[in-house]
């Protein structure tokens, strides 16, 4: 079985559209008193996003060319930061694989991909977010070696 992690086009953004609905379905369904059950992006939004080099979109394919995965991420540096050192540093907004293509090293081969590239532009790090509804995740992003660098909490108030 083969795969190819590139650049997504503007011909991904259905099945873009299909995996933004699976990982926010895992955040609806772990906090639905913050997560609505919809899209994090329109496929107008989605248009600009994989168009603009601040924003790579990755997707890994299938030797058919079906995309099993994706990573979103955004390329940033602190500006006039008196307190934070002048670092490029590649976000990783997104990683999602296909509910049907899991166990596969699908994500793996994403997040590798996206490592080499950040090394590429010459980024210091890589950070993300993830969900504490989501162990998966968390599991996953420390089987890569990746550790927190800062928590976020939260204390509802109803």
Known sequence: ?????????????????????????VHH???????????KYTEDELRVIVKNEQTPVFVCVDEDSQVLGHGFCVLQRPKDSRLLEDHLTLYIDDICVDENSRGQKVGKEIYEHIVSYARQCGCYNLTLNV???????IRFYESLGLVPYKIGMEQILK
């Open 1 to 25: 079985m083969s795969h190819i992690v590139r650049r997504a086009g503007e011909g991904d953004i259905p099945s873009l559209m299909k995996l933004l609905m699976q990982v926010n379905r």
């Open 29 to 39: 369904e772990g906090r639905p008193d913050l997560f609505k059950l919809t899209t």
């Open 131 to 137: 969900w504490n509804c989501n162990p998966g995740a």
